[in-house]
T-cell receptor, first 116, second 110 residues
Framework: NAGVMQNPRHLVRRRGQEARLRCSPM?????VYWYRQLPEEGLKFMVY????????ESGMPKERFSAEFPKEGPSILRIQQVVRGDSAAYFC??????????????FGAGTRLSVL | QKEVEQNSGPLSVPEGAIASLNCTYS??????FFWYRQYSGKSPELIMF????GDKEDGRFTAQLNKASQYVSLLIRDSQPSDSATYLC??????????FGAGTRLTVKP
């Protein structure tokens, strides 16, 4: 039973390029969450998605960042025109459908983005 | 005011001692509370979750919740060097997304 899969594990981009981060939730999970973590800091919520729907994107920067969770395939976090300040670890978590208020989130290994 | 607050530490305890980690939250409507452990460079892993007031024990770990005071704590008994990590408190908000504290760094000295 595979866990939450994120790829790539490490991503290097030059300023101005696009970064695409992928997340495949655990089997049977329909809720996906994206977080950003800067060195020595906690996890900052970015966006919460269900299949084909963005439920809460209150943590997403207004520009350059977007997320989707299509009916088929992984969830994608996309960062356009990356800047050095985007360098961070990006974690994806998933939880199952059901008693949403109590569902536990399971984390992937993260993607470490470095912007040169 | 931050939604979830933790002392950043570092908290240092000797091996075999009790480590006490505290967390306060601002949203009274929060329903679920979680403690995650994160080793340096790794992803968070769930240690404990608690939904009701009182204590919940699991092995060497005890989570305590006091909704009236809006705090949740984690006690680690018989601390081991392998417990050295950053502990993240997480609170599920009424709209079902999770808010994390900045984490408390724990060091257990042999």
């Amino acid at each position: 039973n595979a866990g939450v899969m994120q790829n790539p594990r490490h991503l290097v981009r030059r300023r101005g390029q696009e970064a695409r981060l992928r997340c495949s939730p655990m089997k049977g999970h329909s809720h996906v969450y994206w977080y950003r973590q800067l060195p020595e800091e906690g996890l900052k919520f970015m966006v919460y998605l269900q299949k084909e729907n963005i439920i809460d994107e209150s943590g997403m920067p207004k520009e350059r960042f977007s997320a989707e969770f299509p009916k088929e395939g992984p969830s994608i976090l996309r960062i356009q025109q990356v800047v050095r300040g985007d360098s961070a670890a990006y974690f994806c978590a998933s939880s199952p459908l059901g008693l949403v208020a109590k569902n536990i989130q399971y984390f992937g290994a993260g993607t470490r983005l470095s912007v040169l | 005011q931050k939604e979830v607050e933790q002392n950043s530490g570092p908290l240092s305890v000797p091996e075999g001692a009790i480590a006490s980690l505290n967390c306060t939250y601002s949203d009274r409507g929060s329903q679920s509370f979680f403690w995650y452990r994160q080793y340096s460079g790794k992803s968070p892993e769930l240690i404990m979750f608690i939904y009701s007031n009182g204590d919940k024990e699991d092995g060497r770990f005890t989570a305590q919740l006091n909704k009236a005071s809006q705090y949740v704590s984690l006690l680690i008994r018989d601390s081991q060097p392998s417990d050295s990590a950053t502990y993240l408190c997480a609170v599920r908000s009424p709209n079902n997304d999770m808010r994390f504290g900045a984490g408390t760094r724990l060091t257990v000295k042999p």
